[in-house]
Nanobody
């Protein structure tokens, strides 16, 4: 089992950058596939990015369009999400998630992740 805690959210202006972190504790972090999802008010939870446990493959949602970059540091049990050129449409609660399956199958499906953090709020003003 793994516990996840997100941090780094806040209020920024359009065009700004922000870096989110997700710190994990519990079982060996390196054995999990980790992902970021987000949920805007009144909308479904949306896939952002997933990283396989080895870091060899990273899957991004189409809307990222090169603005976001994710990385993991297994030695620090932490995954990061760098967000640039933020837009008001990026306003959401950002969640970190983890699962034991280490393939690219269904990485964008939130139901395939067993472990979730509490989320961190990102608000982008225009």
């Amino acid at each position: 089992q793994v516990q996840l805690v997100e941090s780094g959210g806040g209020l920024v202006q359009a065009g700004d950058s922000l870096r989110l972190s997700c710190a994990a504790s519990g079982r060996a972090f390196g054995t999990y596939t980790v992902a970021w999802f987000r949920q805007a008010p009144g909308k479904e939870r949306e896939f952002v990015v997933a990283l396989l446990r080895s870091g060899s493959s990273t899957y991004y949602a189409d809307f990222v369009k090169g603005r976001f970059a994710a990385a993991r540091d297994n030695a620090k049990s932490t995954v990061y999400l760098e967000m640039h050129s933020l837009e008001p449409e990026d306003t959401a609660i950002y969640y970190c998630a983890a699962r034991e399956t280490n393939t690219g199958s269904a990485v964008s499906f939130s139901g395939s992740y067993a472990y979730w953090g509490q989320g961190t709020q990102v608000t982008v003003s225009s």
